[in-house]
DNA sequence: GTCGCTAATGCAAGCGCTTTTATTTTGTTT
DNA sequence: AAACAAAATAAAAGCGCTTGCATTAGCGAC
């Protein structure tokens, strides 16, 4: 209909400053009065990109994610780059599989939560020259590109908050560590903490569950049930901390009177809680654009990678208080 | 490597059953061998056929949508169909936008939230022939394929139950309603309750506000400011609910006894409110699982679309009590 | 007007797969 | 063992786009 050839089209919808403004404006009429659009499947084989970019996070579940990958998708988009979103419900398997799907799906890049994987897994991604980023993890010498914070020494900074006030029997929720770094790192920046001031977490004192409410709410049952009560709770995330402050007050007990609860990721619920929740904040949104970042950076040339490390802050509210007041 | 044409490649990964059992682990070793990947632009482009589907939701930054996306994602990942999620803001014209970026990308099918759209994008998705659905929405004649609930009769029975208990002075904090047939479907709702013990919402009782706990706060003081004070704020939706909880608190008021809250949606978060939240059950997981039924079946072959509609249930907890009590 | 140079466009060769059609192999029947 | 049918495989033609290269148009200088 504009007279013109398809590469003269082709031209127009990828690098229009090639094409004289008369032909352009001609060719865009015709392409605005058919609504065309173009192929995907033709142009990602001829072209070989598909301008996607796959994450895998464990679930969309719970709202810890969400507003990370919401920025990555805004910052993405930014770039005509669409994200494509597969969960592995934190089971390292179903991870992988899902990385295969993401390939399958000619994904020009892929964005995966913290660094504990497969190294065969990693090993495939070089080879295959894959660009990715890891996020929401970061240690002084990961050697992949991440973005992401320190959380084992937020978890520490957290723990010694607890221990300043005068916490001496102090016990832990904590997230399923196998194939989680996140959550193990957040173990042993409380052991850290506790080990500083020459205590331990012994094994009746912790415990791993899902992220969960109601297994917020379990292990705080069970926690509670000692005697001497643990006078803190240090959860190793918001979601559980509420868990664990629900059951508290099923209990009948009062926090943080009768019991300290802290959670971390900072995640909104975190000050509609009663008492409103101690926690550690993280960045989400920054985390996510710098995400982006990365690997559109990477994506478009190999160049230099500069790891990302973001800094989080405790957030005191009223759930952590010293014990017996 | 394993003597065998392209073609007898093709049917071993789409058909095997066409392929004798000795040639087909032949072919099998050698992908296995050479980790080998189909091409999915060639494949989109020879088949014609993506195996992808998209939804546009309004956030992913709120848990309202999270579980039943999930839902859908796990149902059409059982049939190899990947999920693409974007994202409109709450905005008509972001979503119109979103849309024509996941047309772009080759999906076969969409999953769209709620029915308020410009018709021309309606007529645009027929011409293309594209299948799709609309989900969380649902109303007796409506005429494109839907899976949802009576968001209107639930909010009736949520407000007839208000209005059961006694109270007589009721405000509202809904939703924006513009563009959102769920927000403004539950304000008619409240109102067909009250219209049907002759009383009326006037305009001083409904504040109309994005989904945000901060912004339910806000509308939640100034509804309190009110004197006399309202006795119930029923909420469009348990987000807003929260953040009017918190508010209450803020102010130095109880509930239920100063004021009862409730919201819509059954958050998880809604049990860990202190007083838990009293709301309408939302079956977000089937309805993702209904969705990815519908869709594949209307992608399948252009057959008869039956409508699911689902129940919600009122869901009684310690944030509604008679008024003064 | 012709020439040379650059900018704009057209030509045509794939990109890696699926699918129809043709051919070969295998198995069955007589 | 020949003849045939059925099953398995190969051959080859695209699918709709991008892109390197060839060609043409446009324009200023001589």
Same mark, same amino acid.
């Given at each position: 209909m504009a007279g013109v050839s398809t590469a003269t089209v082709s031209r127009v919808l990828n +690098? =229009? +400053? !090639?094409? @004289?403004a008369k032909t352009r404006s001609r060719v865009e009429a015709a392409v605005a009065h058919f609504d065309y659009t173009p192929h995907f499947g033709g142009r990602a084989l001829a072209s070989?990109?598909?301008n996607t970019v796959g994450a895998v996070i464990p679930?969309? +579940?719970?709202?810890?994610?969400a507003r990370g990958l919401q920025a990555l998708q805004e910052a993405l988009a930014a770039d005509g780059v669409t994200l494509v979103v597969a969960t592995s419900n934190y089971d390292p398997e179903r991870e992988a599989e899902q990385i295969r799907v993401l390939l399958g799906r000619g994904v020009d890049g892929l964005v995966l939560i913290g660094e504990a994987r497969d190294p065969a897994l990693y090993a495939m991604l070089e080879r295959r020259g894959m660009p990715f980023v890891l996020v929401w993890s970061w240690r002084p010498d990961c050697p992949w590109p991440c973005v992401g914070f320190d959380n084992r020494a937020a978890a520490r900074a957290m723990a010694e908050r607890v221990l300043d006030l005068g916490h001496r029997h102090i016990a832990m929720i904590a997230g399923v560590t196998r194939g989680n770094d996140r959550a193990a790192a957040r173990v042993e920046g409380v052991r850290d903490a506790l080990a500083g001031r020459g205590l331990r977490l012994d094994e009746s004192n912790l415990i791993e569950t899902p992220y969960h409410l109601e297994a917020g709410a379990q292990a705080a049952r069970r926690l509670l049930a000692? @005697?001497? !009560?643990?006078?803190a709770i240090v959860c190793g995330n918001d979601v559980l901390a509420a868990g664990a402050l629900t059951e508290v007050r099923g209990l009948g #007990?009062?926090? =943080?009177?009768?019991v300290s609860v802290t959670g971390f990721d900072?995640?909104? #619920?975190a000050h509609a809680l009663d008492p409103s929740l101690t926690t550690v904040h993280v960045p989400h949104r920054r985390m996510g654009q710098a995400a982006a970042k990365l690997l559109l950076r990477l994506r478009a040339q190999k160049g230099e990678t500069t790891n990302v490390v973001f800094e989080t802050a405790l957030v005191e509210r009223g759930s952590l208080a010293p014990p017996g007041k």
């Open positions: +690098e =229009p +400053e !090639r094409v @004289s070989n990109r598909t679930t969309m +579940e719970n709202a810890i994610f000692d @005697s001497p !009560r643990p006078t #007990l009062k926090a =943080p009177a009768d900072d995640i909104d #619920l």
